[in-house]
């Protein structure tokens, strides 16, 4: 059916990894994980974008150091997506990385009927630039306010304050990752279901209290009989 703007399945969705590769990342091998975990899961995010048929998948990445950059910044569809290694160094400049996607999300360039952002804020420590000027930056366009955000918290340092801040949804908790089967896992998921759910228009968004995103019941605590190295 033809609609306003276009056909439904042309639509895109624009998917943005924001990614800690400060100095700490370097520290049990986070970062190495965090790259094979990332990479591991492109088959399951491509399947899950390609089962959704009112979607056109994007992504990009976005690096936090001292300065936040742009790892991967031309909207890449996801058919063609290949994650490219980072290595840890410096700072935690959330604040700026923040402000970078927000920039993304102002129209242009996004398109006025874009399908609801995702963004997945993944860090083991805390911002050490002004975390909150970003964010205000995020949730002053109308895209990042109706983008499904959610956020993983590596090891027992990561400011999960902030990540609960950012995710902006009290029904929505902070997936923890204290082990690398723990982040294989949460990655798997955030890779896939928010996809399913930005892509179908009877799911709603974040301003739905019914959103199907609350029900992470099997993504919180423990790989079992792992135990925690982070």
């Not at 899961?41 to 936090?64: C, D, F, H, L, W």
């Not at 001292?66 to 840890?88: D, G, M, R, V």
């Not at 952002?117 to 000027?133: A, H, K, Y």
Request: no cysteine; charged share 20%; proline share 8%.
């Amino acid at each position: 059916m033809e609609m306003p703007g276009g056909k439904m399945a042309n639509r895109p969705l624009h998917f943005f990894w924001i990614v800690d590769i400060s100095g700490s990342m370097s520290v049990d091998a986070k970062i190495q994980q965090l790259n094979n975990a990332i990479k591991t899961t492109i088959p399951e995010m491509q399947k899950a974008a390609s089962e959704n048929p009112n979607a056109q998948v994007y992504v990009r990445v976005v690096a936090i150091s001292t300065t936040a950059h742009w790892h991967i910044a031309n909207p890449t569809p996801i058919e063609s997506f290949k994650w490219e290694n980072l290595s840890a160094d410096g700072e935690t400049a959330m604040g700026h990385a923040l402000t970078l996607v927000a920039e993304q999300l102002r129209t242009p360039p996004m398109p006025e009927r874009s399908l609801p952002p995702v963004i997945v804020l993944i860090t083991d420590g805390e911002p050490t630039d002004d975390f909150e000027n970003g964010l205000k930056m995020l949730f002053d366009e109308p895209w990042g306010k109706r983008a499904i955000r959610v956020g993983i918290a590596i090891g027992k340092d990561a400011r999960k304050d902030k990540i609960k801040k950012f995710i902006n949804n009290l029904e929505i908790p902070v997936l923890e990752a204290n082990n690398p089967q723990d982040l294989v896992r949460h990655i798997k998921w955030v890779s896939t279901q928010p996809l399913k759910i930005a892509s179908n228009p009877h799911q709603g968004n974040q301003e739905n209290p019914n959103n199907p995103m609350i029900n992470l019941n099997n993504n919180i605590g423990n790989a079992n009989g792992v135990d925690d190295v982070w």
